[in-house]
């Protein structure tokens, strides 16, 4: 009886025994597996994160990127602006330049041609008088010659005449002298 009862006991107790080791494995595999499960849950919570992060960083490199592409076209957009505009100002300038030097020969050239127009007039003026004194003193001296010529007709017709009155009065004195004579005689 005391061996029954010591084997009975004993089998509790191995029975028991196994029955909490099994129990015990059963709770630990079920703890392995739920850290199994719960480290794959983080590791596909972190691969998603990871990837996300990837993804974001790849987004906002992309954005970036497109924003500094956007950025310098805009810059080179506006330095083009800028350049055409220094050129279409540098040939305003030019053209202006080039007005302003053909308005200033224009007017160099209008000066001279006013100077030579009236270099001309005083020349033609001075010639004028010149001519007109040469004139004047030609006629003068014209004048004065014609008048010493009248005054020189003038005075041989005078004195041609008084000759021949005195020849007329000497062949008359003769003739009356004659005449007396004759009557005497």
């Known amino acids: 009886m005391t061996v029954n009862v010591w084997t009975g006991i004993m089998t509790v107790n191995v029975w028991v025994g196994i029955m909490t080791v099994n129990v015990w494995m ?11 499960m719960t480290v794959n849950v983080w590791m596909r919570i972190m691969t998603v994160n990871v990837w996300l ?8 490199m992309r954005i970036m990127t497109v924003n500094v592409w956007t ?3 805009t810059m080179n ?3 083009g602006i800028m350049t055409v505009n220094v050129w279409t100002g540098i040939m305003t300038v030019n053209v202006w330049m080039h007005i ?7 007017g160099i050239t209008s000066v001279n041609v006013w100077m030579g127009i009236m270099t ?3 020349w033609m003026g001075i010639m004028t008088v010149n001519v007109w004194t040469g004139i004047m003193t030609v006629n ?7 008048v010493n010529v009248w005054t020189g007709i003038m005075t041989v017709n005078a004195w041609t005449g008084i000759m021949t009155v005195n020849v007329m009065m000497g062949i008359m004195t003769v ?4 005449g007396i004579m004759t009557m005497n005689v």
């Open 100 to 106: 302003m030097t053909v308005n200033v020969w224009t």
């Open 120 to 122: 001309m007039n005083v």
């Open 71 to 73: 950025g310098i076209m």
């Open 140 to 146: 003068v001296w014209t004048g004065i010659m014609t």
């Open 53 to 60: 992060g990837i993804m974001t960083v790849n987004v906002w």
């Open 175 to 178: 003739n009356v002298w004659t």
């Open 26 to 36: 059963g709770i630990m595999t079920v703890n392995v597996w739920t850290g199994i």
């Open 77 to 79: 957009v506006w330095t």
